[in-house]
């Protein structure tokens, strides 16, 4: 008899978990349950499409008939409700058993909703989904002013949906500046200059507390904590996700800020595997559990996951990501954990050019760059060889850096 | 590893609209070398060796659309 793999989530992860498991395992039974009614889309170019930038059919990656051709059993608008780990099943909603000889959960998280008065009024978006998308262009085109909340890499891109449809925007930042955690002030005007550009305003040490709406429901202003209040017929919020993990609450499954699984993707249950967004995995870069949320990561996941499913062990996943932004005239990327770290490093190197780097024991653990990425792939070189570079950290800041700039590591 | 030798140069030529039945790929669902050449050739009369799967008549999204010519 051949195996049977039940893949819960169609995102890249668990779409390039299908992809691998049917090259390794040929005669695999392989089924793909998702609660969306669509099947594999491209998540990161779905903010192109909300700007009026890209129409809709080059963002479908994987269309139906790529199931078929596969010999993949898609089932979409199912939305799986229980996991029955001693039995190797899983329930949905619809009341169909699915039973599983191995089991990935990739489902991903949800974006959270702000607990404040009328949240969830009309006009009011948070971003996930291709519907979501649909929704937010839907809205934007006939807005003319928004509220933004949520000074992190999603927020941002309702500031360049925002820009980019005419709409007059304030975005509302908790701090001083967006992305305090990973980026100075010095780095971060780079950005607000970028936003208020496009017609964007960072409103500093604010936030939302309550949204008004007008007779219809429909959102009408924000104010804040300040009671400075701002007209809006349009909100985008994007304060954070919460990561699916309701579903494994009443199994004997690890979860820590997501479900637990090793560097092969395993769980503590032998036959289930997560993949994705939803991990806390072992970073053997970072020599910790870590979460990643970035494309490039959950495909790579999805793709050990299926590897390791078929043989346990066959490979570690070890992997530095990284997230762009590109909304600007000028590029931005942010790499490995630029949140994480005990010291840092950061300089301007040239006009509407700046770097920081995330050191943790003397090694680099993350970082930001904008405007010049060209040392991107020389901090992730470092990382995955655990350079110590505590003693030579400001030849990071060099323009140009090159692994081959750093003296060489002495043996210890 | 993704580098090819095809004989072939890519260039990268800004683009405004991006038709329907295009493969579109954004910088962040590149590879390392595939990302080195974006960064290159984005917005440069220059080419370079093709590499990886960017090819002919593919558009990419880095801080513009740009649609890849391979020769
Ligand atoms: C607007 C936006 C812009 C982004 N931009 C970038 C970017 O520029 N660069 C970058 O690297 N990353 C970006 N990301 C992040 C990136 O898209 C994610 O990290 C990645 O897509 C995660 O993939 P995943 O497969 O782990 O999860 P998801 O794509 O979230 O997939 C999980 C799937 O599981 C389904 N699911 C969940 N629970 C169940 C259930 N109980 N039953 C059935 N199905 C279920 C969900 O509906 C979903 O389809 C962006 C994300 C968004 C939303």
Redesign the pocket.
Not at chain 1, 8 to 14: F, H, W
Not at chain 1, 78 to 81: F, L
């Given at each position: 008899m051949s195996d049977s793999y039940v893949i819960?989530?169609?995102?890249?992860?668990?779409a390039s978990a299908a992809e691998t498991l049917r090259e390794e395992a040929p005669d695999a039974e392989i089924t793909v349950?998702?609660?969306?009614g669509e099947s594999l889309y491209n998540?990161?170019l779905?903010?192109e499409y909300a700007k009026g930038k890209l129409p809709e059919a080059p963002i479908s990656i994987h269309q139906e008939d790529w199931y078929d051709e596969h010999d993949v059993d898609l089932r979409l608008n199912?939305?799986?409700?229980d996991i029955d780990v001693e039995n190797d099943a899983v329930h949905t909603h619809e009341g169909e058993t699915f039973e599983y000889d191995s089991l990935l959960l990739?489902?991903?998280?949800t974006p959270q909703q702000l607990p404040v008065e009328n949240a969830d009024a009309d006009g009011i978006h948070h971003?996930?989904?291709f519907q979501d998308a649909r929704n937010i262009k839907e809205s934007v085109e006939g807005a003319e002013k928004g509220v933004i909340v949520g000074a992190g890499?999603?927020g941002i891109?309702f500031a360049a949906i925002c820009g980019a449809q005419d709409v007059e925007a304030k975005y509302l930042m908790r701090g001083d500046n967006w992305w305090r955690y990973a980026l100075s002030e010095e780095g971060a005007e780079i950005m607000h200059e970028a936003m208020r550009e496009r017609g964007v305003e960072p409103v500093f040490d604010s936030g939302v507390d309550r949204f008004e709406v007008d007779d219809d429901g429909h959102v009408e202003a924000a104010v804040d904590p300040n009671g400075e209040r701002y007209e809006c017929d349009f909100a985008g919020v994007a304060i954070g996700l919460n990561f699916?993990t309701e579903?494994v609450e009443d199994t004997p499954l690890e979860i820590d800020d997501g479900i637990v699984v090793d560097e092969f993707m395993r769980t503590n249950v032998d036959n289930v595997y997560a993949?994705?967004?939803?991990t806390s995995f072992n970073d053997l870069i970072l020599g910790e559990q870590a979460k990643n949320?970035?494309?490039?990561?959950?495909k790579e996941q999805?793709t050990i996951a299926a590897r390791n499913m078929v043989e346990y062990g066959s490979e570690a996943f070890e992997w530095v990501s990284s997230?762009?932004?590109t909304h600007f005239d000028f590029p931005f990327l942010s790499f490995g954990h630029p949140t994480l770290g005990d010291d840092s490093v950061e300089a301007t190197t040239a006009e509407s050019e700046w770097r920081r780097v995330a050191l943790k024991d003397g090694k680099v653990v993350g970082g930001v760059l904008i405007g010049d990425l060209s040392p991107q792939s020389a901090f992730k070189q470092l990382m995955r060889e655990g350079r110590d570079v505590s003693d030579q950290k400001d030849r990071l800041m060099e323009p140009g850096f090159s692994v081959d700039d750093l003296a060489a590591p002495t043996e210890q | 590893m993704s580098l090819r030798d095809t004989g072939r140069q890519v260039r990268l030529r800004r683009t405004g609209r991006v038709p329907s039945d295009a493969r579109v790929r954004?910088y962040?669902e590149l590879d390392d070398d595939e990302q080195g050449v974006v960064r290159e050739l984005a917005g440069e009369p220059w080419t370079a060796p093709e590499t990886g799967d960017l090819g002919d008549g593919d558009v990419v999204k880095f801080t513009e659309y740009y649609l890849v010519r391979s020769r």
């Open positions: 819960v989530g169609d995102g890249i992860a668990g349950l998702t609660d969306e998540r990161i779905i903010k199912t939305v799986v409700v990739a489902i991903g998280g971003f996930w989904t890499l999603l891109d699916n579903l993949a994705g967004d939803i949320g970035s494309w490039g990561s959950a999805g997230y762009s932004i | 954004h962040d």
